[in-house]
Nanobody, 124 residues
Framework: QLVETGGGVVQTGGSLRLSCLAS????????MGWFRQAPGKEREFVAG????????YYVDSVKGRFTISRDNYKRTVWLQMNSLKPEDTAVYYC???????????????????WGQGTQVTVSS
């Protein structure tokens, strides 16, 4: 089970930090990622991190603004979002890969477990 917290409403240029707590002790074996889904759009991959944090990946639209990190002892992954834009408005989902020790470049087809989602709204 994955539980996200940290969403909310922020003005353009502001920051938010999303957290995702995993209940499974096997958390440390899996790449983790953040996806988002805006109204009327498909769910899209935003950022991923490998199981030991050696590799990260970001979609072009968030590079330089978002940072993904994890702490395997705390079974937690974070998404620090800075310089937020109205187009970042979406429901953000934490996700775990379905197979251990794989690349952090994830797609929806790779996901074994989804969080419930947390709303991020950026006002202009």
């Amino acid at each position: 089970q994955l539980v996200e917290t940290g969403g909310g409403v922020v003005q353009t240029g502001g920051s938010l930090r999303l957290s995702c707590l995993a209940s499974e002790s096997s958390f440390s074996r899996y790449a983790m990622g953040w996806f988002r889904q805006a109204p009327g759009k498909e769910r899209e991959f935003v950022a991923g991190i490998s199981y030991r944090s050696a590799s990260t990946y970001y979609v072009d639209s968030v590079k330089g603004r978002f940072t993904i990190s994890r702490d395997n002892y705390k079974r937690t992954v974070w998404l620090q979002m800075n310089s937020l834009k109205p187009e970042d408005t979406a429901v953000y989902y934490c996700a775990s890969d379905s197979e251990p020790f794989r690349s952090p470049v994830l797609s929806t087809a790779h996901i074994g477990t989804w969080g419930q989602g947390t709303q991020v709204t950026v006002s202009s």
